[in-house]
């Protein structure tokens, strides 16, 4: 285990990062079912702790002795959705009723998706808690789950947890939800205590996230919004969409209601790069068209031409439709180029032996009239300064432009003659025409999207110190702008790749073979990352993606290849491997 290695995460979690380490739990050696288990077990204490507290009920047992107190026989009433959040559900009533409460249970679903949350299920029918199954859009046959519901001294919603896809409930949950809102409105309905997040919370409720557009088709009747609580017992840590906009002031949305935080059993190393990464690879649609899984573009070469094209290729293999390349003409002529790959040519007047301010005008407008979904830029780009001044003009502009960015090699060293010490920003302050400017010149300021890939040396050399300090990308400030951008990701790479994201994102990445260790696998690991973010991953997600597929490909290539191992080798092993994956998930 490294140092630093986490098992919990430190930080705001964005919901798909709970299956992803929950993946990476399992590889090492956690299962499914022992994670439900506690997670139904906490929210067994916390749901009796709030009866406990809102009806100033006892432990049942003790409550036998007093017949005729109020709130006694009312059962604990829990709503189980067709996945792992209505697993805990089961796990949680089975506690409950094993401790002498009344429980019902209404589930969303005939059947429940999972294998551990089906058993769980199937424990409690074993047990004779009642169960009524509410797999229905139609609000008439709702009837029987409303007696329940208005009979419940406690609700649990179970419905949809950080699973959720779509802009709004659909189905059965969204029904069930329409449902208890209206009990809601009318004061018909218990408290409600939410696992891990209140149902809905993240689609029509709105969050900071990214999320698919989608409506409830089934019903015809417009999505609910999310149900309300009065607590939400999280797992690990809270959830990016139970705050406003920026979740840095910590102020939570309503609905959330108190904020319990329960840790679950992750192993050591869960939190870092694992074979849950591959679970934020978008899926490949059976009628994909061309240019869906992204378009990139690669900027290096000049002295050097085997850097891009060993990223370009790596682009290639993991995925990635289109890949474009542009070189200097002489790099491009002595380079034998994979037939996929889309060169970009640049201008007769461009210097051919590397880029120049022609060459750099040329990409200019490149990037204005065709839209790339990320650009990679520095592999073998040289140190000229005739090079490096249109060069960050050229970053300068795909900044202004929000086009997702990679920055390795000559890039970086760009960086630290540029912005030492802090990542680039495009625009200015204002200037009052008297030399001095203010705070007004900000809104004009953007932070840099994407993923910088440095090695020890030239992230000491950007950041301008001998020692790094502990926490690099907040001391990576983005001048002008007063929050560190959610969009940057630094990877640092070595025999451990070390990675940082923003609000205290931090995972490691280790193993594969030492011989990743020869010339050119930085060139590699900058062209995954240019891949997963022209497939639209986001930077955190694309990072630990590349770094974790660049040492498993490694350690099947130096089965095989053994000390003879070079760069060359990776992209087809990159390729075998993603395909190994993706069979299995
Ligand atoms: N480490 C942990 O934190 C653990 C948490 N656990 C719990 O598991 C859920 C996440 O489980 P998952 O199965 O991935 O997702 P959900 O149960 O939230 O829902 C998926 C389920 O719902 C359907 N669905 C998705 N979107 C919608 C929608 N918009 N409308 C209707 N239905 C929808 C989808 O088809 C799926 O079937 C986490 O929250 C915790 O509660 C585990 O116990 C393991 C450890």
Not at 103 to 129: N, P, S, T, Y
Not at 348 to 354: G, I
């Amino acid at each position: 285990m490294t140092e630093s290695a986490a098992s919990a995460a430190n930080w705001v979690m964005h919901p798909a990062e709970v299956a992803v380490f929950d993946r990476n739990a399992e590889a090492l050696g956690l299962t499914v079912s022992e994670l439900m288990r506690a997670a139904g077990t906490a929210l067994a204490d916390c749901a009796a702790d709030l009866l406990k507290s809102s009806c100033g009920e006892a432990e049942p047992q003790k409550r036998q002795k007093e017949p005729g107190k109020p709130g006694e026989k009312r059962p604990i009433c829990f709503l189980c959705g067709p996945g792992n959040n209505g697993g805990d559900g089961y796990a949680a009533a089975l506690r409950l009723h094993e401790r002498g409460y009344p429980v019902q249970l209404v589930a969303g679903a005939e059947r429940q998706r999972g294998a551990e949350a089906r058993a769980f299920r199937k424990q409690c029918v074993q047990a004779d808690i009642p169960l009524c199954i509410a797999d229905t859009t139609t609000e008439a046959e709702l009837a029987e789950p409303e007696q329940l519901l208005r009979r419940a001294g406690l609700v649990v919603d179970c419905l949809l947890g950080a699973g959720f896809s779509g802009a709004a409930p659909r189905g059965a949950a969204a029904a069930i939800l329409r449902l208890c809102h209206n009990l809601q409105k009318r004061g018909s309905l218990a408290p409600v205590l939410a696992c891990d997040m209140p149902s809905g919370l993240g689609m029509s409720g709105g969050s900071d996230l990214d999320l698919d557009s989608d409506s409830d088709t089934t019903s015809g009747l417009s999505a609910p919004p999310c149900l309300p609580a009065v607590q939400t017992l999280t797992f690990h840590a809270p959830k990016l969409p139970m705050h406003h906009g920026n979740h840095a002031d910590g102020k939570l949305r309503p609905e959330v209601g108190r904020l319990e935080i329960a840790p679950l059993p992750w192993p050591p190393q869960t939190t870092d790069c694992g074979p849950g990464e591959l679970l934020r690879l978008p899926p490949l649609r059976p009628d994909a068209r061309k240019g869906e899984r992204g378009r990139l573009l690669v900027i290096g070469g000049g002295p050097y031409h085997g850097a891009p094209l060993l990223a370009a290729q790596a682009a290639g293999r993991s995925g990635c439709d289109l890949v474009h390349l542009a070189m200097p003409s002489q790099a491009a002529a002595r380079s034998h180029w994979p037939l996929f790959l889309i060169p970009e040519i640049l201008p007769a007047t461009a210097n051919a032996d590397y880029f120049d301010a022609a060459g750099c005008a040329h990409l200019r407008q490149l990037c204005e009239q065709r839209h790339f979904d990320a650009v990679l830029l520095g592999p073998g780009l040289g140190r000229r300064k005739e090079t490096l001044e249109p060069i960050w003009e050229l970053i300068l502009q795909l900044i202004e432009m929000e086009t997702p960015l990679v920055l390795d090699a000559d890039a970086l060293y760009l960086l630290a003659q540029k912005c030492p010490g802090r990542w680039p920003v495009s625009g200015h302050r204002e200037d009052h025409g008297n030399g001095e400017s203010d705070n007004t010149g900000k809104v004009s300021l953007r932070a840099m999207q994407g993923i910088a890939t440095p090695h020890q040396g030239e992230l000491q050399r950007w950041l301008g110190t001998e020692t790094r300090p502990a926490r690099v990308l907040e001391a990576l400030g983005t001048a002008g702008l007063t929050t560190v951008a959610e969009q940057q990701v630094l990877l640092c790479s070595g025999s451990v790749d070390e990675l940082t994201g923003h609000a205290g994102r931090l995972a490691h990445s280790a193993g594969g073979s030492p011989r990743l260790a020869c010339a050119g696998t930085g060139d590699v690991l900058a062209g995954l990352c240019g891949s997963f973010l022209a497939q639209g991953m986001s930077p955190w997600a694309a990072a630990r993606l590349s770094s974790y597929l660049l040492r498993q490909a490694g350690q099947c290539a130096a089965k095989d290849m053994g000390l003879g191992l070079v760069a060359d080798d990776l992209p087809l092993y990159i390729a075998k491997y993603l395909a190994k994956c993706l069979a299995q998930i």
